[in-house]
């Protein structure tokens, strides 16, 4: 059983920057792959970006160039840097956790753990 808490959330003004952090406990953090999503309101749940165990990451277009992920296997977290919001960004954000995580592009319906997930809100 792996447990995810997110943390980082919080409201921004557009063109401003937050970051985004979820910490796991339980088995072994460095072979999953972790994901972010984010669901707005009345939306369907999106992938944000991924980063597998082999630190391959992806991205959806919609924040390639301004969103990061990146991982710090030591402290079993994985971040979300966040520049340039917009108020579309706007989202309650999760992390989740696929294992194996090789190779692994963390699609939606692969993940097999989930936070309960952050809000972010980008003021216009």
């Known amino acids: 059983q792996v447990q995810l808490v997110e943390s980082g959330g919080g409201l921004v003004q557009a063109g401003g920057s937050l970051n985004l952090s979820c910490t796991a406990s339980g088995r072994a953090f460095s072979g999953y792959a972790m994901g972010w999503f984010r669901q707005a309101p009345g939306k369907e749940r999106e992938g944000v970006g991924c980063?597998?165990?082999?630190?391959?990451?992806n991205y959806a277009d919609s924040v390639i160039g301004r969103f990061t992920v990146s991982r710090d296997t030591a402290r079993n977290t994985v971040y979300l840097q966040m520049n340039s919001l917009k108020p579309e960004d706007t989202a309650v954000y999760y992390c989740?956790?696929?294992?194996?995580?090789?190779?692994?592009?963390?699609?939606?319906?692969?993940?097999?753990?989930w936070g309960k997930g952050t809000l972010v809100t980008v003021s216009s």
């Open positions: 989740a956790a696929d294992y194996p995580g090789y190779g692994s592009k963390c699609a939606d319906y692969n993940m097999d753990y």
């Open positions: 980063v597998n165990s082999g630190g391959d990451t």
